[in-house]
């Protein structure tokens, strides 16, 4: 639950300032209260818990497998940051489940090399299986010789809802105080030094600001003279009620990503509700924060059922529900972890997930923090900085099929 204005008794200046509250400005805001405990204020432009950006459901996919080393030496401390706050809390946060990556041979196999080389180099153990051998791990499949998998047993689920509220909980028991429903309005350099942030509620002061803002980044960081080149889509998600249910539990089914021509369709086992979850990795249309129709999308909708149908029929039923979220992508899909230095903002730390960050929330959160306390981070994220020519060449063709040089159709 966010503070009232009331409750900051008239306080105007924090060290430090975390703007947007979703996975990992409220992990921002979590890590910074174990360094500076009162002096940290969140800033959310909608109320907590909000399913207006890309952040909020019951679970969503945590693994060890990327395709670059970059990646590759962060997600074991993923699993570690998550860990630091499921002891603080008491609550499980990340279920195991195992995971499959699935190509077909001679369409999207190179993929698994990709993946397979990055395991290697980052010491991750994994198996390679033919079709027969994947089903007779998990029968729930009927795939034909053409499917090769690739199997990693720490990948699972970790619960995006509860993993936001309990950053912010466990900060706020340090002193940290959130206002929700508080848009940010402009950010500047005040006549002392100190950035000001200026929202409905008042105009804040701090040494340090953050910005994690997802699909309104822009709106924050012009004020400064910054601007990322992001692409914002709408995204489905289903979920099937399956009569299977017992089949489909994390303990008797895995997560998976089924590596397609032109897109990725990625599954999770039943968690939070008593359904199935599936969805296809960007292929939404584009839209703005502001702008996005919150309509489902039928012709992904049925590209799911139909290709559920061939591979795993009996993960179908009903459809549940069916909702919708944004991706703000960089045109790289890489992740944008950086000061403002370059507008003259050094003290101003910016984060962009590029649609795929909910499972590093809580590391993103503390490598930020580390950046705003210390002026540095124990982690390598060098490759996530503005100077790339993702970032700097504005006639660069966006590459949206994560481990793919596939140019994407806008």
């Known amino acids: 639950m966010a503070n009232t204005i009331d409750e900051l008794n008239g ?40 399913e207006n950006g890309g952040s909020q459901d019951v679970s969503r996919i945590i693994r060890l497998t990327y395709t670059k080393e970059c990646y590759t030496k962060l997600t074991p401390y993923t699993f570690k940051a998550w860990e630091t ?25 190179y993929i698994m090399d990709l993946y397979e080389d990055a395991m290697k180099k980052g010491n991750v153990p994994y198996e390679k299986w033919d079709n027969k051998e994947l089903m007779r ?26 993993g936001n509220s309990l950053h ?65 889509t709408q995204e ?40 199935t979850k599936v969805g296809i990795d960007a292929a939404g249309k584009l839209v703005t924060g502001d702008t996005r129709s919150w309509t489902p999308d039928p012709a992904i909708l049925q590209r799911l059922k139909d290709e559920m149908q061939k591979i795993c029929p009996t993960f179908l039923g009903p459809v549940l529900k069916t909702k919708t979220c944004l991706y703000t992508m960089t045109p790289d899909r890489d992740f944008l972890i950086d000061s403002c ?28 923090s580390e950046f705003a306390v210390d002026g540095r981070s124990q982690h390598d994220v060098s490759a996530f900085s503005w100077d790339r020519e993702a970032l700097t060449n504005p006639n660069f063709k966006p590459v949206f099929y994560m481990g793919t040089e596939k140019k994407s159709k806008l």
């Open 137 to 162: 791990h998990y029968p729930q499949f009927t795939v034909g010789p053409e499917i090769v998998a690739v199997y990693q047993k720490d990948a699972g689920i970790v619960n995006a809802a509860l």
């Open 11 to 50: 306080r105007r200046h924090f060290d430090y300032i975390v703007i947007g509250c979703g996975g990992i400005g409220s992990g921002a805001v979590y890590w910074l209260s174990k360094r500076a405990g009162p002096n940290v204020l969140g800033l959310e432009k909608f109320h907590l818990g909000h």
């Open 168 to 232: 912010i909980q466990l900060a706020q028991g340090r002193g940290a105080k959130v206002l929700d429903n508080c848009p940010v309005n402009r950010v500047a350099r005040s006549s002392s030094g100190q950035i000001e942030v200026t929202t409905p509620l008042g105009t804040f002061t701090c040494k340090k600001v953050i910005v994690a803002a997802g699909a309104w980044i822009n709106h924050v960081i012009s004020s400064i003279g910054c601007h990322v080149p992001v692409y914002v």
């Open 236 to 275: 489905n998600v289903t979920y099937f009620g399956t009569p299977h249910v017992k089949d489909f539990t994390p303990d008797r089914f895995p997560i998976f990503i089924y590596h397609k021509e032109n897109n990725d369709i990625y599954a999770l086992p039943v968690h939070g509700i008593s359904g």
């Open 341 to 368: 230095a370059k507008a003259g903002f050094p003290d101003i730390f910016i984060c962009c997930g590029a649609g795929h960050a909910y499972k590093f929330a809580s590391l993103l959160g503390k490598i930020l």
């Open 85 to 109: 706050v499921e002891e603080e809390s008491g609550m499980q946060l990340v279920h195991r489940s195992g995971g499959l990556n699935i190509a077909e041979k001679g369409v999207t196999d």
